[in-house]
Every structure is written in C-alpha cells, then in structure tokens.
C-alpha cells in the first residue's frame, strides 16, 4: 500500500500509535529486567544467609559430633531451598553430614577445588560455580566456628537452573499484569490518536471542500468556523460608525476604527490585526 495515498488523520493515528506501542514494550522490558535482576540478587542473599545459618546451628553437633543432628540440618536445607546438595565437614576435612549419605566420611578435597580447602583452613568464606550433569551449580562454603576456632565448614550448593525457574515463576504474574496495562495503554493510545487526529484534522477537511467548491467555479463559498467572534462581543466596542461594526473578520475590513484610529486596508493592517485578541480567538491554532 502507497503510504502517500492514506489520509493524514490516518498517518498521524498510525505514528502515534508505532511510537506508544514502542515506548511501552521498552518500558515493559526494562521493568522486567530489572526486576529479574533484583530477584536474582536477593535469591543470591538468601541462599548465602541460609548457608551462613546451616554454619550456625552445625557448631553444637559438630563440637560434641551428633551426627543424627547434622544429618537432619543438612537435610533440612535440601528441602527448604532449591538445593542441589548440602554438606558439613569436620576441620580435619572429613564430610561428617552429606544430603547423598555414600560420600561420608570421603575427604573434603576429593569433592571439592583446592580453594574451598584452603577457606577450611583459613576460616574463609568461597563461592564457586560450576557444571555438572544435572546443570550448573553455585556453592556457597561458610566456616562453622566457634570465636576464634574453625570447627569445620558447612557447604551448599543451589542449582542454577532451580534458581531461574523460581525466579520466572514469581515473574509470571509480574508479566500478566505489565503486559495487561500495555495493553491497556495501547489501546487508550489508539483511540486517543484518533481522537486528535480528527480534532486537528477536520478545520483542513473543511477547507479542502470548499477548495473542491472553487475548482468547480463556485467563487462565492466561505469556509465557517464557529470560533469566531465580534468586536462589539469580545471588546464592547461601542463604535456603531465603524465599517466593522457587528461584522465578523474585523482584520479583513479596510476602514475600521480600532484603537481610535482609522485603519487602512488589510494589507496595510494585518499586521496589527494578528495581535489583537479577537484575531487570535476567533483565527485558533495554525490550522
């Protein structure tokens, strides 16, 4: 389709349009990589924090080694969180508590990088991410201590992919409801655009009849326009001798008695004419 060839309410419908649909998916979109990026981060703080607590309640059965205890603290984590596995390690390095119970009493660095070993030894917390069958792993390492003395470390790592699929779940409903008020707002925009369009348009509609009017030879047309007012209405003017008197288009009549003086033709006062505020009231906007 010639584009040329469409009317221009419909141009200016169609631009308004392009542009709040673009300006709403933008704002959409950002919206909801941002608010990705902040689950994300808190996702991030709560899988540390819990592992921090893991550490916490892991000093008591770990001083006095109850194993039953920390069996049911590593287990208790798994089916809290989107864990992958979850372990607590004693200080000489032997897993004590395992969520897969075939890797007790397994030495920690068989397991796990030399960096993880080195924070059991230094007391250091280590994040690490890595890849296995089952996805991608973020493992969080906390010593468990008690003061000053490194009793063992508590590990846990979240799967990446659990993690994402949480996260997209709570953004569910976050989208229903962007992409409802986009929707929403779209629609306003549209009818909202064809309103205006109309609005700015019909003053040109007109004068294009009356255009057609005047190649059919039709001189004598005129173009209305119920905005316009008189001087006796808008100024009180009192001058029943002017040309003007009670006539509407004052600027068009030569002769006319504004201000007390005697204005020449229309040409000579135009000029003037386009300042005075029954020009401007009764003229509009451009159009």
Request: include cysteine; aromatic fraction near 6%.
């Amino acid at each position: 389709m010639d584009a040329s060839r469409l009317s221009l309410g419909l141009k200016f419908s169609i631009a308004v349009t392009v542009l709040i649909v673009l300006a709403m998916f933008g704002v959409a979109t950002l919206i909801i990589n941002y608010q990705k990026e902040s689950l994300r981060q808190n996702t991030f703080e709560s899988n540390r924090a819990m592992t921090r607590n893991l550490a916490d309640d892991a000093v008591e059965p770990l001083l006095v080694f109850d194993p039953l205890r920390l069996d049911k603290l590593v287990h208790t984590v798994q089916d809290a969180t989107s864990c992958a596995h979850a372990m607590i390690v004693d200080a000489r390095g032997e897993i004590v508590a395992h969520t897969d119970r075939t890797l007790l009493g397994v030495h920690f660095n068989e397991v796990t990088t030399a960096e993880a070993v080195e924070a059991l030894a230094t007391g250091g917390e280590y994040l690490r991410e890595y890849g296995q069958e089952e996805g991608a792993i973020k493992e969080f390492s906390v010593p468990v201590a008690i003061r000053n003395e490194v009793l063992g470390l508590a590990t846990v790592g979240y799967s990446i992919r659990k993690i994402n699929a949480g996260i997209e779940a709570r953004l569910s409903s976050l989208k229903k409801n962007i992409y409802l008020i986009t929707g929403i707002m779209i629609l306003s925009g549209i009818a909202g655009a064809f309103v205006v369009s109309n609005f700015l348009t019909k003053p040109l509609k007109h004068l294009k009849d009356r255009m057609l009017d005047v190649q059919a030879g039709n001189l004598d047309v005129e173009v209305a326009n119920p905005k316009l007012v008189t001087c006796v209405e808008r100024l009180q003017c009192d001058s029943t001798d002017c040309p003007a008197y009670g006539e509407a288009r004052c600027w068009a009549i030569a002769g006319t008695f504004c201000h007390g003086d005697v204005q020449g033709t229309f040409a000579q006062k135009i000029g003037d004419c386009r300042k005075c505020v029954v020009y401007k009231e009764s003229c509009g906007d451009e159009i």
